[in-house]
């Protein structure tokens, strides 16, 4: 539920800040604003539903009309701009609208969700958080399940990729492309490209073998998912760390050295809260030394102390694999399974 909206420099108001309640009853004497509070919100309701990914604010449409920017904006020393925010329980989301005289939309000058902003955003909705079907569909491809979306036709939705922007908390924003069908010879090509879907932890192994030639898997790395319960979605969440760590594995040039796209990859993966893969505490490598060595998969008798691993989170499944990783030497991965160092 929204908790509270701010105008600045929008008609008739320098600055508002309005609480707003489950009821909320606005009073006042005429022309003192009562229609610009509600104006302000059609505004934005209007242009997300009409145009979802605009660059500009429509202030004439089928809920409102408003005129031209001299219209909504108190010129005072010659200003072109306003602003519009809102917050909830959880989030704050406010946005910048600059034009000029005649113009009868307005561009979205800049977003802030939560204290950061972006300049010149990419669309009206360039990251406000979404519960839709796109939100979910983003947030799928964000942890590595393949994903995408089909629109009817007619529309607004009629363009692919559709692009959206994560912003995580002290950390910098994740952009992604969600597909997007509304042509059934398209949707069709699609559907018939795409993988096989993973029932059983067989067909994990399988397509993880098929898919990562440049790993070497360990013969009995897939076994402690034995007995384990199946999840589509956890399977799914393997794989895309497998195939990860198997394209981190190509990213080097022909000196040895690590290419851009690896350190890329291993900046977006390998580090931060939200990393897919991490190296063990030292609590853990003293307290779970048995657990986490394992048979060398090459060398008959020797073993291997395996404590970098990937992470899925639901459930509590991992990937440990030897580090580092060198262009020639091989990446061992030596379990698939159940996390080992829990508590």
Same mark, same amino acid.
């Given at each position: 539920?929204?908790?509270?909206?701010?105008?600045?420099?929008?008609?008739?108001?320098?600055?508002?800040?309005?609480?707003?309640?489950?009821?909320?009853?606005?009073?006042?004497?005429?022309?003192?604003?009562?229609?610009?509070?509600?104006?302000?919100?059609?505004?934005?309701?209007?242009?997300?539903?009409?145009?979802?990914?605009?660059?500009?604010?429509?202030?004439?449409?089928?809920?409102?009309?408003?005129?031209?920017?001299?219209?909504?904006?108190?010129?005072?020393?010659?200003?072109?701009?306003?602003?519009?925010?809102?917050?909830?329980?959880?989030?704050?989301?406010?946005?910048?609208?600059?034009?000029?005289?005649?113009?009868?939309?307005?561009?979205?000058?800049?977003?802030?969700?939560?204290?950061?902003?972006?300049?010149?955003?990419?669309?009206?909705?360039?990251?406000?958080?979404?519960?839709?079907?796109?939100?979910?569909?983003?947030?799928?491809?964000?942890?590595?399940?393949?994903?995408?979306?089909?629109?009817?036709?007619?529309?607004?939705?009629?363009?692919?990729?559709?692009?959206?922007?994560?912003?995580?908390?002290?950390?910098?924003?994740?952009?992604?492309?969600?597909?997007?069908?509304?042509?059934?010879?398209?949707?069709?090509?699609?559907?018939?490209?795409?993988?096989?879907?993973?029932?059983?932890?067989?067909?994990?192994?399988?397509?993880?073998?098929?898919?990562?030639?440049?790993?070497?898997?360990? $013969?009995?790395?897939? &076994?402690?998912? /034995?007995? *384990?319960?199946? !999840?589509?979605? @956890?399977?799914?969440?393997?794989? =895309?760390?497998?195939?990860?760590?198997?394209?981190?594995?190509?990213?080097?040039?022909?000196?040895?050295?690590?290419? $851009?796209?690896?350190? &890329?990859?291993? /900046?977006? *993966?390998?580090? !931060?809260?939200? @990393?897919?893969?991490?190296?063990? =505490?030292?609590?853990?490598?003293?307290?779970?030394?048995?657990?986490?060595?394992?048979?060398?998969?090459?060398?008959?008798?020797?073993?291997?102390?395996?404590?970098?691993?990937?992470?899925?989170?639901?459930?509590?499944?991992?990937?440990?694999? =030897?580090?580092?990783?060198?262009?020639?030497?091989?990446?061992?991965?030596?379990?698939?399974?159940?996390?080992?160092?829990?508590?």
């Amino acid at each position: 539920m929204l908790t509270r909206l701010d105008l600045r420099f929008f008609k008739c108001f320098e600055l508002l800040r309005l609480p707003l309640a489950p009821l909320t009853l606005l009073t006042g004497l005429n022309a003192s604003g009562k229609s610009s509070v509600l104006q302000a919100l059609v505004l934005l309701h209007q242009t997300m539903r009409e145009h979802e990914w605009t660059t500009r604010l429509a202030l004439n449409g089928a809920g409102v009309r408003l005129g031209t920017m001299p219209d909504v904006v108190d010129e005072v020393f010659g200003r072109r701009s306003f602003e519009i925010a809102l917050m909830d329980d959880e989030d704050t989301c406010g946005w910048t609208f600059e034009g000029d005289r005649r113009d009868m939309s307005m561009a979205v000058q800049q977003v802030s969700v939560n204290g950061r902003t972006i300049e010149a955003p990419q669309s009206l909705r360039y990251l406000l958080p979404s519960d839709t079907a796109v939100g979910e569909a983003a947030h799928r491809l964000f942890h590595g399940i393949e994903c995408g979306l089909v629109s009817m036709n007619p529309s607004s939705w009629l363009s692919s990729p559709l692009p959206v922007d994560w912003y995580e908390e002290c950390e910098s924003t994740r952009s992604i492309g969600v597909p997007n069908y509304w042509d059934a010879e398209a949707l069709t090509a699609a559907l018939d490209a795409a993988p096989i879907s993973l029932a059983s932890w067989r067909d994990l192994e399988t397509a993880a073998r098929g898919r990562c030639p440049d790993l070497t898997f360990s $013969p009995t790395c897939f &076994e402690p998912l /034995r007995g *384990h319960p199946f !999840g589509a979605g @956890a399977a799914q969440a393997l794989l =895309s760390r497998l195939t990860i760590l198997h394209d981190f594995k190509n990213c080097f040039d022909n000196r040895g050295q690590r290419t $851009p796209e690896g350190h &890329e990859t291993y /900046r977006k *993966h390998f580090t !931060g809260k939200k @990393a897919w893969f991490s190296d063990s =505490s030292d609590t853990e490598k003293a307290d779970f030394r048995r657990d986490l060595t394992f048979p060398h998969p090459a060398n008959a008798g020797e073993t291997l102390f395996c404590t970098w691993h990937g992470k899925v989170k639901t459930p509590q499944l991992r990937v440990h694999f =030897s580090w580092p990783v060198h262009a020639a030497e091989p990446l061992y991965v030596v379990y698939v399974g159940p996390k080992i160092t829990k508590r």
